[in-house]
């Protein structure tokens, strides 16, 4: 029951078309690693599938951000890509893995 800024999410680059997305999570440090991201992406993924219709959504996570990584294969995306030296984390490159969930796999892996 906090106005407490936590991070952030967002759905962006919405193709109505194609019927696809892209998810974006940042989270402040000190809130990562304690569930509200993955509350936050549970609660934009009904959006985007049950309330926008949406058949895909897509994002990238930095490859050494393993707790990401881990978090967003729990909730069914799968890895799709790579994108070589895409980012910087600091003074090093660092590879952007590009993953997605679609509408099937969203539906498959919710609880009754």
């Known amino acids: 029951g906090s106005d407490e800024y936590l991070?952030?999410?967002v759905l962006n680059d919405i193709d109505e078309d194609v019927r696809s997305a892209n998810l974006r999570l940042a989270m402040r440090p000190a809130y990562?690693?304690?569930?509200?991201?993955?509350e936050a992406i549970e609660l934009v993924l009904g959006l985007a599938f049950d309330g926008l219709g949406l058949h895909r959504v897509g994002l990238d996570v930095l490859?050494?951000?393993t707790r990401a990584?881990?978090?967003y294969e729990d909730r069914g995306f799968r890895v799709e890509g790579r994108l070589r030296d895409a980012y910087r984390d600091g003074e090093r490159w660092c590879d952007a893995i590009?993953?997605?969930?679609?509408?099937?796999?969203?539906?498959a892996g919710q609880m009754p």
């Open 7 to 9: 991070g952030e999410i």
């Open 32 to 38: 990562r690693g304690r569930g509200y991201g993955t």
């Open 63 to 65: 490859s050494v951000n």
């Open 69 to 71: 990584l881990s978090m």
């Open 98 to 107: 590009l993953m997605g969930l679609l509408e099937d796999e969203f539906r």
